[in-house]
């Protein structure tokens, strides 16, 4: 009878702890995906999966060619005169990441290169999921974002589009053409650690 117990009680202890996981995974996403939406109402889902996915894989996949990547951000700096948009903000619901405006660049907080060594070195030190974890948990982040039944336009259509590519073996997700008409994107991703380390303490010298 003792066993019984003992292994009853180890089942619930078991079950209990996995519903608390649980909930916090899904209290976690939801505040991301609430925040988002406050900041950014016109978003549809593949700017949510953008989100998420960042938050997992960072940076990396641009910078395989140091060279190409500083000279894509110079042209993209060029490309535009009106800045807009939140200086930093964090990805995600494990804020791995930060989303740094290029506004800091230009508006002088930030020299050109620290910017890109801090950039260059948040994909260095981070190592991303395989990318078979990676469907797993955005199967788990989706059907948190279905329960929430927000208005996102295109929604299934969408949905689909993401399954379909992450099937291939392929997790790189682009903003909407609703939001980049809405909020002209223009940032580049920073690591958590590297944002507090370099980026925001430059932000605040400068900003003074």
């Known amino acids: 009878m003792k066993k019984i117990f003992h292994l009853f009680l180890f089942l ?17 996403v939801r505040r991301a995906v609430e925040e988002h939406i406050r900041e950014y109402p016109q978003s549809t889902l593949k700017d949510l999966y953008k989100n998420f996915f960042q938050d997992v894989y960072g940076p ?31 990805t995600g619901h494990r ?5 740094v405006n290029l506004s800091v660049i230009k508006n002088n907080l ?20 395989d990318i078979e974890d990676w469907k797993k948990e955005w199967h788990r982040i989706e059907a948190v974002i279905r329960f929430m039944q927000l208005p996102l336009t295109d929604y299934d259509k969408e949905k ?30 920073i690591s958590t650690k590297v944002y507090h ?12």
């Open 12 to 28: 619930f202890l078991l079950m209990n702890g996995f519903a608390q996981d649980n909930n916090g995974f899904e209290n976690a």
């Open 60 to 90: 990396g996949r641009l910078l395989n060619d140091t060279i190409a990547a500083k000279n894509y951000l110079l042209r993209e700096l060029a490309s535009y005169t009106e800045i807009e948009g939140k200086i930093a903000e964090p």
């Open 95 to 99: 804020h791995n990441f930060y989303r």
């Open 110 to 129: 930030i020299p050109f290169d620290l910017f890109f060594d801090a950039f260059m070195q948040s994909a260095k030190d981070f190592k991303p999921v």
């Open 160 to 189: 689909n589009e993401i399954i379909g590519q992450l099937n291939q073996g392929k997790y790189i997700g682009h903003h909407s053409q609703l939001f980049n008409d809405n909020y002209r994107p223009h940032y580049r991703i």
């Open 197 to 208: 380390t370099l980026i925001l303490p430059a932000i605040n010298r400068n900003a003074d």
